[in-house]
C-alpha cells in the first residue's frame, strides 16, 4: 500500500513552535536527561498502520524503543500486534505481560534456555529463532528431552545476491536463502520431538534500513533506488516461493518480514502477515532520509551548556552518542535546538563536550538546554534511566528505560 501524498505531508521533520514548546516544558530539568514527545509519538504510530495496510499487522520490534511503557502504549493501538525482542531474557521478562514475543535473533544462553524450558506459560508465549540444524543440536543438549515443545521461528536470509552469491548485499545474518534450503530446515524441525514449527521470518536491511534519499552524489541515490528496486522484486519472488516450499512440510501461522522502511512494500506481498517495525514511533536522525514518509521527530536528549570559549562557540557537558554501524557521519547525533547549530568539524559530537557553531550559538547562555536527536531509535534508552514524557505542551510524567529498570538481561 502506498502512502497518500496528504498523509506524508502531514509528517513534518522538525517545527521550530513545537520544539520551542518542548524547551518551555522542560526547562526546570538539569540535563543531561531524554524526552519523548507523545504527540509525536503516537502520529508516527498512526503512520506506520497506515503505511502498512489492513492486511498485515505489527510487530513491535522491542530494540528500537526499550520501554515497557512505550512498548504497552503502542500495542495498545489497531493494527499491533506482538512483539519482535532482541533476547531470549528479554523476552522470559516481557512475555509475563505479553502473550505473543518472537525473538529476532538465535540464542546460544543456556540459563535462560532452562529457564523457558520449566515455564510451560513462557513457553507457549516465545517463538525462537533458528537458521541451522546446529541450532536444534544446541538447544537439545541443553535442555534433554523432558520439555515442553519450544515454537521455533525459521530466520530466511533477505540480503540480494548477484555474481553467484560473490557479491552481498544487505545484513549478514541466515544461512537460509533460498526455499530449498528453508524446505530442509522446516522438515528437520517438524520431524523432531520436542520442537514446533511456527513462523518464518525475513528482514530486507538492504531495503528497510537504508534511506532512499540520502544527501550527496545523485548518482549514489540512483544507484540505491535501482537496486533496492531489484531486490524488492527479488525477494518477493523468493519469499513466496519459500512460503509455499515449507507450507508444503508445516502450515505457518505467521510470516513476518520489512521493517520500518519498507512496511508498504512489504506488506503489499501476499505470503506477508505481518510486518517488524519499530524505529519509526522515534524517528531518529537515520529517519530523515526516505522518501516515502517522514516521522516526526519524537525522542531527544538534551545537554546544558556549559563554556563560552568565543563569541561564537557554546560547549555543551557531553553529547557524544554516537550510533552503533561503520563510522560515518551518519552515525552523529543530530543537533535538533535552538535551530541553526552545527558542529566543529574537528571535534564532532565529543566523550565530554561538543562545541557547536552557528548563527544560534551567539545567543546561548551557560545551563541553557541544547537538543540532540539520537541517529537511532532504542540505543537512546542505553545511556538513560528514565524517558520524560511530553504531551500538549507539558511534562505529563516519566518512565524508566529497560536500563532504568536494571533487569539482568542487559
Not at 172 to 179: F, K
Not at 227 to 243: G, V
Not at 264 to 281: K, N, P
Request: hydrophobic residues 40%; contains cysteine.
Amino acid at each position: 500500500m502506498q502512502q497518500t501524498a496528504s498523509a506524508a505531508s502531514a509528517l513534518v521533520p522538525l517545527n521550530e513552535a513545537r520544539m520551542a514548546q518542548l524547551d518551555r516544558a522542560t526547562e526546570h530539568l538539569d540535563p543531561p536527561f531524554a524526552v519523548v514527545d507523545l504527540d509525536a509519538f503516537d502520529a508516527n504510530a498512526a503512520d506506520l498502520a497506515h503505511r502498512t495496510g489492513s492486511r498485515a499487522t505489527i510487530r513491535l520490534a522491542s530494540k528500537s524503543v526499550r520501554s515497557r511503557h512505550l512498548i504497552a502504549r503502542a500495542l495498545e493501538r489497531d493494527g499491533y500486534h506482538g512483539i519482535l525482542a532482541f533476547t531470549l531474557p528479554e523476552a522470559l521478562w516481557l512475555a509475563r505481560e505479553h502473550e505473543d514475543v518472537v525473538i529476532g535473533y538465535p540464542t546460544t544462553d543456556r540459563t535462560a534456555l532452562r529457564q523457558l524450558a520449566k515455564d510451560e506459560r513462557a513457553a507457549s508465549r516465545i517463538t525462537l529463532m533458528v537458521d541451522s540444524v546446529g541450532q536444534l543440536d544446541f538447544m537439545d543438549d541443553v535442555l534433554g528431552s523432558s520439555r515442553p515443545d519450544l515454537r521455533l521461528c525459521i530466520d530466511l536470509d533477505a540480503s540480494l545476491e548477484l555474481a553467484g552469491g560473490r557479491l552481498h548485499l544487505g545484513p549478514y545474518r541466515s544461512p537460509v536463502h533460498t526455499p530449498g534450503q528453508a524446505a530442509e530446515l522446516a522438515r528437520a524441525i517438524v520431524g523432531r520431538p520436542g520442537f514446533h514449527l511456527a513462523g518464518l521470518m525475513s528482514y530486507e536491511g538492504q531495503i528497510a534500513g537504508l534511506g532512499d534519499n540520502q544527501p550527496g552524489s545523485p548518482l549514489k541515490r540512483a544507484a540505491l533506488r535501482a537496486m533496492q528496486r531489484f531486490s524488492a522484486r527479488e525477494l518477493a519472488e523468493r519469499r513466496a516461493a519459500t512460503i509455499a516450499a515449507v507450507e508444503a512440510i508445516q502450515p505457518l501461522e505467521f510470516v513476518n518480514g520489512g521493517g520500518t522502511g519498507s512496511i508498504e512494500q512489504t506488506a503489499a506481498e501476499q505470503v506477508i502477515t505481518e510486518v517488524g517495525a519499530g524505529s519509526g514511533l522515534y524517528g531518529p536522525g537515520l529517519f530523515d532520509f526516505y522518501r516515502r514518509f517522514r516521522p516526526r521527530p519524537a525522542a531527544f536528549f538534551v545537554m546544558p551548556v556549559v563554556r563560552r570559549p568565543s563569541h561564537r562557540i557554546a560547549t555543551v557537558l557531553g553529547g557524544g552518542w554516537v550510533a552503533s554501524g561503520p563510522h560515518g557521519k551518519d552515525r552523529l547525533p543530530t543537533l535538533s535546538w535552538p535551530q541553526g547549530l552545527r558542529m566543529n568539524p574537528l571535534e564532532g559530537a565529543g566523550e565530554v563536550q561538543t562545541p557547536v557553531l552557528g548563527k544560534a550559538a551567539y545567543g546561548l547562555r551557560l545551563g541553557d538546554h541544547v537538543w540532540f536527536r539520537h541517529a537511532k531509535a532504542g540505543e537512546l534508552c542505553e545511556r538513560v534511566n528514565t524517558l520524560h514524557l511530553v504531551a500538549g505542551g507539558q511534562v505529563v510524567g516519566q518512565v524508566p528505560t529497560y536500563r532504568g529498570e536494571g533487569h539482568a538481561f542487559l
